[in-house]
C-alpha cells in the first residue's frame, strides 16, 4: 500500500514514520511512504498557501489551487472540473483531514486496509476552502471531538492504525484480531451463552468491547495480584474470564459503546 502525504510541514513525518511496526512495514516493502510539500504548487515568489476567506472571518485558509495540482499530480490523473468531474481509481482514497470530518474509527482503518493507495491531505490554519472537501478528497476525516493545530498528527495516527491491519506488517495476524473493537473480540463476546444473556440485557445487539486487561510477571506486585483464572491454565475459563473482564472494562470506561 502506498501513502501520500500532502503538507506545508514535510519535516514533521522524520520521527513518526521511522520507529515501531511502520518502520518494519516500509523496510519489509508492505507499505510505500512519499511525503509531498505543497509550497512545491504554488505559484508566486512568497509561496503561499493560504488567504483570507470570502465573508470575513479570523484566520486564514488553504487555497483550493495547490492542493488540487498536488493531488492530481501525485495521482497522474486530472479531477476534472464543475462541468466534467473525474472520479479517482475506486482502489485510492483521498482523506482531508478535518475538525469537520467523520470520526475515524477501527472500521474506518479496516475499510482503508483494503484500498492500495491513500493520500493525506494535511489542513492548516482556520480550514480548508470547501471545494477541496466536496470535489477532491473522497473522504473527510477527523480522528477525534477537539481540534490540533494541523492535519500532520491526524495522518500519521491513521497510517499507523491502518497499516497494522495490513498482511505481514505485525508478524502474528492474530495480534490485530484480538484487540479492542476488533471483530474477533466482538464475536467471542457474541458466542457465549453469558453474552447472549447480557445482550438481551443491553439496548444494543451488536456491542463493540474494549480489549481484556493485561497481567505480566511478578504474579504478586506490591500486593496487588494476577486474577487466578489467569494462572491455573485452563483456556476456557480464561477466555471466559477474558470476555468477562472486556465487557466489564467497556462499562467502566467506554458506556457509549455499549448505548450506540
Known amino acids: 500500500m502506498r501513502f501520500d502525504f500532502v503538507t506545508i510541514f514535510p519535516e514533521f513525518f522524520a520521527g513518526p514514520l521511522d520507529h515501531g511496526i511502520v518502520r518494519r512495514a516500509r523496510e519489509a516493502g508492505i507499505i ?5 510539500d505543497l509550497r512545491v504548487f504554488t505559484k508566486d515568489r ?4 493560504d488567504d483570507r476567506p470570502f465573508g470575513g472571518g479570523e484566520g486564514m485558509v488553504l487555497k483550493p489551487e495547490p492542493l488540487f495540482e498536488a493531488v492530481e499530480t501525485l495521482l497522474d490523473q486530472s479531477i476534472g472540473d464543475a462541468a466534467r468531474p ?3 481509481n475506486a482502489e485510492t482514497g483521498i482523506v482531508l483531514l478535518s475538525a469537520s470530518g467523520k470520526r475515524f474509527a477501527q472500521e474506518t482503518a479496516r475499510r482503508f486496509a483494503k484500498l492500495k493507495r491513500i493520500v ?8 480548508v476552502d470547501e471545494r477541496v472537501a466536496e470535489h477532491l478528497a473522497t473522504e473527510e476525516i477527523s480522528i477525534g471531538d477537539f481540534v490540533l493545530s494541523g ?10 492504525a491502518v497499516t497494522r491491519l495490513l498482511p505481514g506488517a ?21 458466542n457465549i451463552q453469558e453474552g447472549l444473556r447480557l445482550m438481551r440485557e443491553l439496548p444494543t445487539a451488536n456491542p463493540v468491547l474494549l480489549d481484556f486487561p ?15 483464572v489467569l494462572i491455573g491454565g485452563h483456556h476456557a475459563e480464561v477466555a471466559r474470564w477474558r470476555r468477562d473482564a472486556a465487557l466489564e472494562k467497556t462499562r467502566r470506561n467506554r458506556p457509549d459503546l455499549l448505548m450506540r
Open 214 to 228: 493485561h497481567y505480566t510477571r511478578p504474579a504478586d506486585f506490591r500486593g496487588w495480584t494476577v486474577p487466578e
Open 120 to 127: 493525506l491531505i494535511c489542513g492548516r490554519y482556520e480550514g
Open 46 to 49: 512568497h509561496r503561499t498557501v
Open 86 to 88: 473525474v472520479l479517482p
Open 32 to 36: 510505500d511512504i512519499h511525503i509531498q
Open 170 to 190: 505485525l508478524g502474528n495476524e492474530a495480534s490485530s484480531q484480538n484487540e479492542s473493537f476488533s471483530a474477533a473480540m466482538n464475536e467471542g463476546f457474541r
Open 151 to 160: 492535519g500532520e498528527l491526524p495522518a500519521a495516527v491513521i497510517v499507523d
